[in-house]
């Protein structure tokens, strides 16, 4: 299996199309120092507020840091497991079954991360979702990747190989060894009672015609419509400028509601093409409606700021932002309440959208956001358990600078610095069921932390998560040619 290795990263023109994949969660990760914590905390009771940064000393540090040594607990592995007739060995998951009286009645878990480019958040994380589904019966992986993307990949899963699934379900930012390896135990389940199948419910690059399907029988119509996804992908990916697609919008709208009207004559066309995915008409209507959204209200405020970060003008659009992440809201309420009533979901997800206060992170515009896990129902959030994922030293992949750096040394006091007295290299620390005592204040105060390994914030970590994973030493992730 070919890897790309340090020196044989992206282009500078395969640059310019991953940051149109990679912009919300990465943008405001770079912009980060820029935005000096403050902000109101949101949602549960009993949450604390952010006002300016508060300052711990050292001997409250050390405290906090003797609590951890003696309440942390270990994951021995982050490794994905081998199947050995069809199953994993139950006693392969000994050091995780401190999560089942965590999780075991949640209907939704989030696996978030501090950055998209390392390679042991992407290995624990396919360990983890090995474990939740085979103990703990969770049916659905969910990405931050487009929802008709997904669909179309689980829909042909079975006649494809792993890698080539993974390819067309996820960014570019994804496709990796250690990712793969969760698709290939995904795919390894199709055949089972209890198959763990893939889904999305991002929108940003939503593809609904792929070119080698069969489901649109009307030749001219097909040709129109794959004519205008093509169009809209070089908007997208910058390659057209503003006036262009405003040009075309009326008529890109009017072929969008045709094909969403004559839509239910295909429906047994497409079952036939995508046999894998026994949603797939609910999956693909989904995709085509929110299409007409975004064509009415967000393609418009996506191209200007695209075409200002690839002038170098980097700044942040807020109508922009909020726009994505309700829409991705609403595509997972969608999923888990009417797709999949009655499923088990795992989110895969940037900490930045997963975190139940992340509006906390940011003041100004940016602090007046909501991001998908504070924009989830209530009974949903109550349903949920939301872990983020950190780490204390190594390297991660600069998609931003086409590069690598280094994890900046540790802050005193912060989440990672405290964490990593446990002393071990894989330290998980439930938040929501530790009750308040002498060492653990700190999950209920602003305390820092890094994005992407070097961008500093303040936040509460119990208002954000119900539980945190630290590793204490990452390295880039091996990208697949």
């Not at 929802?147 to 829909?155: K, P, V, Y």
């Not at 593809?207 to 097909?222: H, K, M, S, Y």
């Not at 967000?298 to 200007?304: F, G, K, P």
């Not at 540790?410 to 405290?418: A, H, M, N, T």
Request: glycine share 6%; proline share 4%; aromatic share 10%.
């Amino acid at each position: 299996m070919e890897k790309v290795c340090q020196t044989d990263r992206p282009t500078s023109s395969r640059k310019k199309v991953m940051l149109t994949l990679l912009t919300m969660t990465l943008a405001l990760g770079t912009l980060a120092s820029s935005f000096i914590q403050s902000g109101t905390a949101y949602g549960a009771e009993g949450t604390v507020s952010i006002r300016g940064e508060v300052q711990s000393n050292t001997d409250q540090i050390a405290v906090w840091k003797a609590w951890i040594k003696q309440h942390a607990q270990e994951f021995t592995s982050i490794q994905p497991e081998k199947l050995v007739n069809g199953s994993i060995p139950k006693q392969n998951f000994d050091d995780l079954d401190k999560l089942k009286t965590l999780l075991q009645d949640k209907r939704i878990v989030y696996l978030g991360e501090s950055t998209h480019s390392t390679a042991e958040f992407s290995l624990a994380k396919t360990r983890l979702i090995q474990y939740l589904h085979q103990e703990l019966g969770y049916s659905r992986v969910a990405f931050e990747s487009a929802l008709s993307d997904a669909a179309m990949a689980q829909g042909r899963m079975n006649s494809r190989t792993p890698q080539d699934t993974l390819s067309q379900a996820l960014n570019g930012v994804y496709i990796t060894e250690e990712v793969l390896q969760l698709f290939e135990y995904i795919k390894s389940t199709q055949g089972s009672s209890t198959p763990l199948r893939l889904t999305g419910f991002d929108m940003k690059m939503d593809v609904i015609l792929e070119p080698n399907a069969t489901w649109i029988q009307g030749q001219a119509l097909r040709a129109k419509l794959l004519k205008a996804e093509q169009d809209i992908k070089e908007w997208m990916i910058g390659k057209r400028d503003l006036a262009s697609f405003q040009k075309a919008k009326p008529e890109l709208i009017a072929l969008y509601q045709r094909l969403n009207e004559e839509l239910p004559k295909y429906k047994d066309f497409m079952q036939k093409d995508y046999p894998n995915e026994p949603q797939i008409y609910q999956l693909i209507k989904r995709a085509i409606e929110v299409r007409l959204k975004a064509l009415n209200e967000y393609y418009e405020q996506y191209i200007d700021y695209l075409q200002k970060v690839l002038s170098g003008s980097i700044g942040i659009d807020t109508a922009f932002l909020q726009w994505r992440d309700k829409q991705m809201a609403d595509n997972l309420v969608w999923l888990a309440t009417e797709v999949y009533p009655n499923e088990k979901l795992i989110v895969w997800a940037h900490n930045t959208h997963i975190g139940k206060a992340t509006h906390e992170l940011y003041e100004g515009e940016v602090g007046q956001l909501k991001y998908v896990g504070e924009l989830m129902p209530k009974e949903l959030q109550a349903q949920s358990y939301v872990i983020g994922l950190y780490m204390a030293s190594g390297e991660i992949f600069d998609w931003f600078n086409n590069g690598i750096h280094k994890v900046l040394p540790l802050l005193p006091g912060s989440i990672e610095d405290i964490l990593s007295s446990s002393g071990k290299p894989y330290t998980f620390m439930d938040i929501r069921y530790s009750p308040p005592v002498v060492g653990n204040e700190w999950m209920s105060r602003p305390t820092k932390s890094y994005e992407e390994g070097r961008a500093e914030h303040l936040l509460v970590p119990k208002n954000n998560y119900d539980g945190l994973i630290l590793i204490d030493k990452v390295q880039i992730p091996h990208f697949l040619k």
